[in-house]
């Protein structure tokens, strides 16, 4: 059984949902649910190792025992269960959509591409749960424990993680590759708004470090959309990437700060820019540490005057240039730094 092939109901031929499992009606028009129940129970404890898609849409239930099966494809939408066991289940691609799950118990449970659209999960377990894939589009987290859960490339587009608890990065970590931490980027515009949600979840957790890599993912994932609607400003936003990465690396600033000391140097020497204030009209070339020193004091505005720009607009201008950029940068690291671990 699959989910593309279940039965139609034929209670009704009006009826446009399927049959429950083991049964020949849908949920609204099964006459006897305790009864059914009962043999749901039974085909629980035979059930085979082989996958077996089940239709339980719109079943309400508590206590069942779906652990260690193997359901990959079944349909739980819209269900109600409470008190349910789904410890070390397949439930790969599942149909999880509008469904209420509380108390349920989805440890060690692969989920792989499982959809939890508009789910709402309370005093649920998902530890050390595979949801790589998964999409949780406004579900409702609600003392969800996601303690060792696997989030890599989900979906938690307008989701309410307030109630999610032991979420951090790592959750986010590809498995089968350690430098993968992501959650689904396929669509910048839902990814951009995922980070930021997930970002003020860290926050308010404490988890700065873990914050500021979703608030840099944030960002990231604007300046792709910036690239794809050819947005003016994906420039500015991937300058402020390389420069600081979004104010959230401060190194980045420092080698940022040092290049553009050195690019000012070579273009100083090539255009023999700086003389000395007492020989101003001195022929032969500055050399390249001279030149790369006359940079530093500029970029850092000390101005010891003992080098000077030659008295021409152009290399005058340069030289203002760099001396404009240098507290610039001395700002952008100032406050880049307080960002990234004051807080903290």
Same mark, same amino acid.
């Given at each position: 059984?699959?989910?593309?092939?279940?039965?139609?109901?034929?209670?009704?031929?009006?009826?446009?949902?399927?049959?429950?499992?083991?049964?020949?009606?849908?949920?609204?028009?099964?006459?006897?649910?305790?009864?059914?129940?009962?043999?749901?129970?039974?085909?629980?404890?035979?059930?085979?190792?082989?996958?077996?898609?089940?239709?339980?849409?719109?079943?309400?239930?508590?206590?069942?025992? &779906? +652990?260690?099966?193997? =359901? /990959? $494809?079944?349909? *739980?939408?819209? #269900?109600?269960?409470?008190?349910?066991?789904?410890? !070390?289940?397949?439930?790969?691609?599942?149909?999880?959509?509008?469904?209420?799950?509380?108390?349920?118990?989805?440890?060690?449970?692969?989920?792989?591409?499982?959809?939890?659209?508009?789910?709402?999960?309370?005093?649920?377990? &998902? +530890?050390?749960?595979? =949801? /790589? $894939?998964?999409? *949780?589009?406004? #579900?409702?987290?609600?003392?969800?424990?996601?303690? !060792?859960?696997?989030?890599?490339?989900?979906?938690?587009?307008?989701?309410?993680?307030?109630?999610?608890?032991?979420?951090?990065?790592?959750?986010?970590?590809?498995?089968?590759?350690?430098?993968?931490?992501?959650?689904?980027?396929?669509?910048?515009?839902?990814?951009?708004?995922?980070?930021?949600?997930?970002?003020?979840?860290?926050?308010?957790?404490?988890?700065?470090?873990?914050?500021?890599?979703?608030?840099?993912?944030?960002?990231?994932?604007?300046?792709?959309?910036?690239?794809?609607?050819?947005?003016?400003?994906?420039?500015?936003?991937?300058?402020?990437?390389?420069?600081?990465?979004?104010?959230?690396?401060?190194?980045?600033?420092?080698?940022?700060?040092?290049?553009?000391?050195?690019?000012?140097?070579?273009?100083?020497?090539?255009?023999?820019?700086?003389?000395?204030?007492?020989?101003?009209?001195?022929?032969?070339?500055?050399?390249?540490?001279?030149?790369?020193?006359?940079?530093?004091?500029?970029?850092?505005?000390?101005?010891?005057?003992?080098?000077?720009?030659?008295?021409?607009?152009?290399?005058?201008?340069?030289?203002?240039?760099?001396?404009?950029?240098?507290?610039?940068?001395?700002?952008?690291?100032?406050?880049?730094?307080?960002?990234?671990?004051?807080?903290?």
């Amino acid at each position: 059984m699959s989910t593309a092939h279940f039965k139609s109901c034929t209670f009704a031929a009006g009826c446009a949902e399927s049959a429950l499992s083991y049964s020949e009606y849908c949920w609204s028009h099964l006459v006897d649910s305790e009864r059914w129940l009962t043999v749901l129970v039974d085909a629980l404890k035979d059930m085979p190792a082989d996958p077996v898609a089940l239709n339980l849409k719109k079943v309400e239930a508590r206590g069942l025992d &779906f +652990s260690h099966l193997n =359901l /990959r $494809g079944s349909s *739980f939408s819209q #269900a109600h269960l409470s008190d349910t066991l789904f410890v !070390g289940s397949d439930l790969g691609s599942a149909d999880m959509i509008g469904a209420r799950f509380h108390g349920c118990d989805f440890v060690g449970g692969d989920m792989k591409n499982s959809n939890f659209t508009r789910a709402a999960l309370n005093h649920c377990s &998902f +530890s050390y749960a595979d =949801l /790589r $894939g998964a999409y *949780f589009v406004e #579900a409702q987290f609600k003392e969800v424990d996601l303690m !060792g859960a696997i989030l890599y490339d989900a979906v938690l587009w307008n989701s309410d993680l307030s109630g999610a608890k032991h979420l951090k990065k790592r959750n986010f970590i590809d498995p089968d590759d350690p430098h993968k931490c992501a959650l689904s980027e396929t669509n910048t515009i839902l990814a951009y708004e995922s980070y930021r949600l997930l970002k003020h979840h860290l926050y308010d957790k404490g988890l700065y470090e873990d914050g500021s890599w979703a608030a840099y993912r944030e960002l990231t994932m604007e300046r792709r959309h910036f690239f794809k609607t050819r947005d003016a400003r994906y420039f500015p936003s991937l300058m402020m990437d390389l420069v600081s990465g979004y104010t959230e690396k401060p190194n980045r600033v420092i080698l940022s700060a040092f290049l553009i000391v050195l690019a000012f140097g070579v273009a100083y020497y090539l255009l023999n820019v700086p003389v000395p204030s007492a020989d101003m009209a001195r022929a032969t070339r500055t050399g390249f540490l001279e030149c790369f020193y006359f940079s530093f004091i500029t970029f850092t505005t000390v101005g010891y005057g003992d080098l000077i720009p030659r008295p021409v607009a152009g290399f005058q201008l340069l030289a203002c240039v760099e001396a404009f950029s240098g507290p610039f940068m001395a700002g952008l690291y100032v406050f880049t730094l307080t960002r990234r671990y004051a807080a903290s």
